[in-house]
T-cell receptor, first 111, second 114 residues
Framework: DQQVKQNSPSLSVQEGRISILNCDYT??????FLWYKKYPAEGPTFLIS?????DKNEDGRFTVFLNKSAKHLSLHIVPSQPGDSAVYFC??????????FGAGTQVVVTP | KAGVTQTPRYLIKTRGQQVTLSCSPI?????VSWYQQTPGQGLQFLFE???????NKGNFPGRFSGRQFSNSRSEMNVSTLELGDSALYLC?????????????FGNGTRLTVT
């Protein structure tokens, strides 16, 4: 049973514009949410996280938004750069610490 | 600070054999988790170890096992390999268990079963 869904398998965005990635989850017990970036032949790299007590967290060009009532998580990248081209995974976990990952969104930043 | 180190990077085995993968976590991290990544299934959780004890387990058959040593290093073993076990196996460490700190991944071991 897939409890974390990234419905867009791919996203193409122009350099300098905003990239918006979305993630939906089903279990209201999840209380810690993360985004990872993955390049080919490398492991996922942690980008940014947010706990359920917040609705926004910012780190440089990356901002994560959490809408608990809608069980929706999004990642904004502004401005998008060519090096941002990668697969992005959202991840969720509960207090027991069992992480679950979305299927990933392939982002391509074009010149 | 060195990241998570996985060895070997690549492995080719034949059906029926067994394989052991190794993971050294980031210094000071006590929790180690293992994930299987395949194109169709994404990242699937195998198990998590904390202080040498298995803390969480995913929905994989008993052919998949693991252990953690007193220095937090971990090994994963797969016995009686099947073609479907071909995947990228990722190890991740975190400072603590309990889902309050992010996982930090190694670059994985690419296992091919022929």
């Amino acid at each position: 049973d897939q409890q974390v869904k990234q419905n867009s398998p791919s996203l193409s965005v122009q350099e300098g514009r905003i990239s918006i990635l979305n993630c939906d989850y089903t279990n209201s017990m999840f209380d810690y949410f993360l985004w990872y970036k993955k390049y080919p032949a490398e492991g996922p790299t942690f980008l940014i996280s947010i706990s359920s007590i917040k609705d926004k967290n910012e780190d440089g060009r990356f901002t994560v938004f959490l809408n608990k009532s809608a069980k929706h998580l999004s990642l904004h990248i502004v401005p998008s750069q060519p090096g941002d081209s990668a697969v992005y995974f959202c991840a969720v976990t509960d207090s027991w610490g069992k992480f679950q990952f979305g299927a990933g969104t392939q982002v391509v930043v074009t010149p | 600070k060195a990241g998570v180190t996985q060895t070997p990077r690549y492995l080719i085995k034949t059906r029926g054999q067994q394989v052991t993968l190794s993971c050294s976590p980031i210094s000071g991290h006590r929790s180690v988790s293992w994930y299987q990544q395949t194109p169709g299934q994404g990242l699937q959780f195998l198990f998590e170890y904390f202080s040498e004890t298995q803390r969480n387990k995913g929905n994989f058959p008993g052919r998949f096992s693991g252990r953690q040593f007193s220095n937090s290093r971990s090994e994963m073993n797969v016995s009686t390999l099947e073609l479907g076990d071909s995947a990228l196996y990722l190890c991740a460490s975190s400072f603590d268990a309990g889902g309050n700190s992010p996982l930090h991944f190694g670059n994985g071991t690419r296992l091919t079963v022929t």
